[in-house]
Each structure stands twice: as C-alpha cells, then as structure tokens.
C-alpha cells in the first residue's frame, strides 16, 4: 500500500526534524560557544537531507495512489494534509527558492548591523531585493493554489486564512482600538491617581524565579516529565512534543517579566505537549499553523496569566517563592499597564493589534506592488501617527527596520499574531458559555476543565481542518472581533 | 575524483554522527524523563540511515578508485583508514548481524534484571548463545581480516593489537602484580599504623565542587569554550569534538570521587578536543581506539591527578572551593588506596589489571572453544582466588555476571582498559625523558609542556596509525610492562 510507504518515509522524516529540532533547542541552551560552526554545518546537512527526502517525486505518486486506497477518515485526513505539505514543498522551482534564500540571508545579516545603525539608506535597496523575489514567490504560489498572491503567503504560516475574512475583522478592530486606546489610558490614569504604582522592584534570586515558572508551569498544565524549562537569551518553545523546551531569561531586579514569557512558553507547550501521538510521524499530526499556535500562549499568558482571578490564586506562590507580598491590585497595575510605543514586540494586549494591523496593511501594498520599498517610512509614519499617535520618521530602526521579519523574507507572518490574540480571547468565551464558574476555578488555581476543554476542540484536532475550519469547530462561530474587543473592553475599560 | 565522492559522503555521515553524539549525550543529561521512547526511535532510524549509507556498495567502488589516484600522504592515510572501516562494517552478512544485534540485546535486558537476583542459572543459557554467535562472528571476521578469532574481535575495538604482543606483556604484568599487592597493602598498612587515615566525610555543596572540579579541567587543558560539564548518572565524555560533553555524579557527603572521574573524564575530552579537525568528517580523523582513548582518560586520572606533585598544587585549589585544608600525606592516602575486591570498576590502579587479565584470558578460551559458559563460574572463581585471594563461586553477580561487556557481545574489549593504563605509563616515561622537571611543572599546576608533548604524538596523529605503530612512533619503543610496573613500585612500592 503506498499510504504504508508515506507511513515509512514518515518515520524516517520524523526522526531527522526530532535531531533537528533537538540540536536547536539545544544550541540556544547547553552548547558550548565554540560549537556553533561545527552545529551549523551539521543542521544545514541534516535540513538538505530532510528536504530532498520531502520533495522526491515518487511521493506525489504515492500521495496520487493513496488517495485510491480504501483508508479510514484519519488516514484520508493524514493522506489529505501530507498533499497540502507536499504542494506547499514543490511548487516553486528549487533555482528560485535558492536564489531567495541567498537574498533573503544576505538582507538578514545586513540588517543585524544597518539596525543598530538605523541606516535606512543602507537598508533599503537590500530589502528591496527581497521584497521583489516576495513578490515573485507570492505570484508563483498563488497560480499554483489558485490563491491571490498575499493569501498565497498567509497559507504558509496559516492554511486556509484569507485576507477576504481577515480584513474585515482587522477593520473592525482598528476602528475600536484607535477609539479605545486613549481610553484605557485614562483609566489607567485615574486608577494611578487613586493608588499610585508600587514599583516592581526588588532582588529576586534567580532559582527562585525559576521554582515559582516552574510550580505555575505545572499549575496550568505543562507535563514536567516531558519537557523542561531552560534559559536562553530569545524564550523559546521548542524541542520534541515528549520533551518540550521552554525557555525563559532572568532579571534579578524583578520578577513578571520571566513569569509572564515562561507562561507564554507554557501555552505554547501545552499545544505540542497533547497533540495526538499517533499521528505524530505525520503532518496531520503537527500543530495546525501560527496563529492557531499563538493563540495557545497568549490564551495562557493573557486570557489566564493576566486574569485577576488568576492572581488571586498566584499571590500566595508569588510570596511563597519570592517572599514578598503584594496585593491584587497593586500586582494587577503592571499586569495591566497599558502604554503607547514604537516597539511591536514591547507592546501590551491593548496596543499590540495596531502594530501588526499597521504591517498587514503595508504588506498587502507591498506584495500588491502598490507601494514601494523607498516610501516605506513615510507610509509607516503615517499609520503610526493615525493608530497610535506617535511618529517614527526620524528613527526608521524603530519603524519599517523593526522586525526580522521583512528581512527574512517572510510576509503573511504578521497577522498571526492578533489572530491569535483574538482566537484565544473566543475560546475563552466558548469555554465562558460552558463552565460558567470558570473565573472561580482560576480563582482556586484548577485548570483541569479549562484544558480539558482546549484538549478535546484544539489539541487533539492537530492538522485536520484549516485554521478557519478549526476556530469554527471548536466555537461554534467564525472568527469574530467581538470577543476579543469585549475582553479588552472588560479589562481595561 | 572519487577521493571527492568520499568527501562528500564524509560530511554527510558526519553530520549523522553529530546527531547521534549530540541525541545522545542529551539523553542522559537534559531529556525530560518521558522523551526516552521517542528519542530511542530517532536515534534508531538515524542510526540505520548512518549505517546504510556507510555500506554502500558503491564505496568500495570509490575506494578502489581513490587508491589509484594522484593523492598526498594525508589523502592516502585517509582513504587507507576509511578501507579498514568499510571492511570491518561489510565483512559479515547483514543477516548474521541482525541475528547477532537480537541476541545480545535479549541478553544484556535480561542480564540486567538476571544478575540483579544473581540468577546464574537463568543468565547460563542465554549467554551461551551469545558466545556462540560471538564464536562465530570471530570466526567470519579472521577469515576476512586474515587474523585468528579472537585477534579479529580486538581489531573491532583497538585496531592492531594482536594477541601475540599482548599475551607476554600481561603475563610479565599478572606475575609481577601476584606479589606485589600483597607488598603494597602491607606498605599502605604500615603506613597507616603511623597516621591513621583522615575520614573522608563532610559536607560538600554540589555547586562547589562543580566549580572545583571546572577549575581543575580548564588547569589540565580542557577548553570550557569547547565544551562542558554536567551531571549524569553514569559519568562519560560524549558530544563532539567542538563541543564535548563530560559527567560526573556528585555524593555531597565527600569530594574525591566526582574529581577524579572529572579528571578521568576530562583525559578522553583532551584527545577529542585536540583531533586533527581538517579531517574531523574523514574516519582518519577521530581518535584511535579504546585502548590508545583509555590511556589518555588514565593519563590525566592516574598519571597526573594521582601524583604527589600534582596534589601539592591541587589541595589549595581544593581548600579555597570547599574551605577545608587536608594535608598531602592525608590526601594521598585516599588517592593511593590499594584494596582487593571483586568488583572491576571499583578497583584501583594496583588490583584493577588482575580484573582485566582475568577477563582476557578467560575470553580466549571462550572463544576458542575450550571453555563452555557452564564452567565459567568455577573458572572465574579459580582465577580469583589466584590472583586476588577472593572467591566469587557464591556470587556469580560479582563474577562471570559481573560486566555488560559479554551480554552485550563486547569480547575483546577488556585489554583496552590495561593496555591503556600500561601506555599512559610509558608516555609518562617518556615526557619524563624530555621533560626533567615534569613533576616541578604539576606542583606548579603547568600543563602546558606535557600537553604540547602529547598533542604533538598523540593527540594530532588520530587515526593515521595502528595502536602498536603509534605507541612505538610516540615513545620510541612498543609497549612495554616495565613502566606501568615501574610506576606502580614508585608509587605504591
């Protein structure tokens, strides 16, 4: 049978992406500095073998002839979703995607250095290099998948999001947010005004920042033994789904800044931690893509970790561990701090959409080709001064020269983000119409309902539906603003 | 050229190896417990993938070549190593090997639940089988190899030793030692009667012995940028040679005997970190054998961490970590303990030969046939009690159920671990010869002089000579028992 042969090369894939994976998580946490040459060769062999094994053409046979097998409906959901990888794979000549990747590299390495120097004049043909290959890749996946050539690029990094149902939500959330914003401002003023902010300040030892991640790591689900919590310099999840590595880095002058990443790791490890095993040699097996992905952490660090009920259940650990008190309030006003700011991935839960709205409508422009790379600040200015009331013109390195992302030619990447902050904000309210007492069950540090239910509508589901299949499944309702402006709304309103 | 086509494959299966040793060395250092099953299936296929690729007819074909072309002496050493590898990896049948793999993977999982009840009855018939299809791969590899049976199994493990020269320099060594341990235990009794031994108790914080035991490695050589050190349950040094992993296992109630398998651990980390590394993909370019790697790893253990005069540098170092000031006669009387007993790996540098010759004489005539597994209880317990004054007929736990090695279908890997030790003592000898004051330069903590020495004979040449041929090319003679036995006299005379 050659779903049996998929089955086989499967496993042979599976145990070169687990080295993979292993040797990168690893590299950021326990090898020695000078091992680096010699991980990098390694890696780039083992990712080359990896590659030609994913797109040797006997597999479109086997895919072709499997598809004509009597299989159950999980084998023609893995046979299905393996199609969709393997499309993903071969549809762009292997000359073009060597050609991008050389340009794509070059301007990432570039941009490490023209950042720090806020060189825009430098920066700015290399990325325009970038952006025209973007342009081609766009075109060329689009006519393949029959998709327009921005959905094109969201189907890498999200199958089956379209900007036809993404725009929309975004406008509606823009609107609000460009309204809100200041409004949430001022409350946070006049609360200030009534109790004045205890600093977080103090002297935290580093093992006993790491024993209270680890005890609210355990607390909300992570499975100790399969997996981990290391430090890095970037946090990370990464790893195997039997052995997740979390990471998280230290201040030892405060102590949410840890807390509340390593709790971002969580629910991200969370998702890889209860995906299927027996599908696990198989795409359908994997998570289903970056948005999905998103919203598992920031359904942890946000619509959990920033919980005032939450909080009443962690305040005791907090002085268990750290041995200082706090009280809910005073915790909750740097839980909630809300601020205006150039930097995306600084920004809090009420700012944050408008950064990545900002890029999602550049980009479009920019694949569209109706914008291009050299009135890139001056368009970023502009937006930035209508959505959040502040002007980067003067400083490019905290504008259009912000991200990696760009640089990595990797555009259809931005909009995961708020949709995963608005996926987790409606399966937070699913969950909500469903255990009504779920705010008491936070209050008492119990999770098991909550994950239990993540476990049945998201975990388990893996790669079986597209991201919009999944959210609607799983809610009952397409993608919807509303919940995510009412959690804001009933946050910081 | 096909010296090219070997190049290239060399960077492949080196990148597979990388995987392994890195999967590996973090099996047993940082995988969550629960990551055991999931790593066992990668490594597994890695593994085949590894092997297959090395098998491949077609290397033969490009060897054949590669000797025909126009090559320097490096590129022939090179191409003339990775022959000897590929006879010894297609000699035998891959059916006969798989028969084997299954056999001895039967018997070393019940060996270990077997000699944990010391069911000698139970373990007889199982090993029986393991002998004789070790019987009959030496049988296959001499035939291929030109070599006797057993001759052909140590030509797995430490290529170019041969009986013939063994044979005579243990039988000088066993007759010696016969009577020289009584004579050092009545010298260590005598010397005890004097001043009584100093207890070796207290308590030690792990944190600080591993900062001591990090301070004595990078005295000794070890580059820290290229490596590290970590806790495992049972030590070793693994990883790769840019970025070797080494273990050691604390007891906070004493310090000495995590230093000295750091130190011992850290001698096989010097020979790796030193290796050619413009050969480092080629199988020219790793470390010679167990023998020559196990004379390295009790260079620095017994050599040089159990001399007088590298105490009288160390006991500072060891008061300024664990605040606590011994004296060199009262370290030393823990360092040069001599005691008889029936475990291998407990024994010190005195009895432990007699273990090993033991094992190497009694293998021969497994092999040979003339001993059956059923009489090996009283061949063993014979032996014991000549060479050591022990019986172990009531305990075949601690006698023929003693090791993994025979389970697992490691015979003629014994002698290494002797044979290393008489070599470290004759490259001892030798640097003495070119170094006077070598014991002034440890009192010191130099190290320099004596790794320059050893780099430059051995370390540097790798692969590029048999065992024999290299201790002879180092030290100007083939291996010799006089220096170990000198060693020995000196130390414990």
Redesign the interface.
Known sequence: MSFDKLDKLG??L???S??LS??GA?EA???????G???A???S??SG?HHRESVAPEIGDWLDAAEQEDLSDDQKAAVREWRRRYVGLTCLPPEFVERQTRASMRCEQLWRDLRARNDWAGFAPVLQEVVELERERAARRGEVLGLSPYDALIEMYDPGSRVEQIAPVFDELKTFLVDFVPRALEVQEKRREKAPTRPLSGNYPIEKQRELGLAMMAAVGF??????L?VSHHPFCGG?????RITTRYRSDEFLSSLMGTLHETGHALYEQNLPKEW?HWPLGEARGMSMHESQSLFVEKQIGRNPAFWHWALPLVEQHLGESWSQDEILDHVHHVERGLIRVDADEVTYPLHVILRFEIEQELIGGTLEVTDLPEAWDERMKRYLGLSTIDSPKDGPMQDVHWPSSAFGYFPSYTLGAMMAAQQWNAIKREIPDLDDQLSRGEFEAVNDWRRKHIWSQASRWSTPELIERATGEPLNARHFREHLEERYG
């Open positions: 496993t042979k599976h145990a070169l687990h080295a292993i040797l690893d946490t326990h090898m020695a500095p000078g091992g040459e010699a991980r060769e390694a890696m062999v083992l073998m499975d100790l033994t399969r997996g981990s290391s195997v789904p039997t052995d997740v696990a």
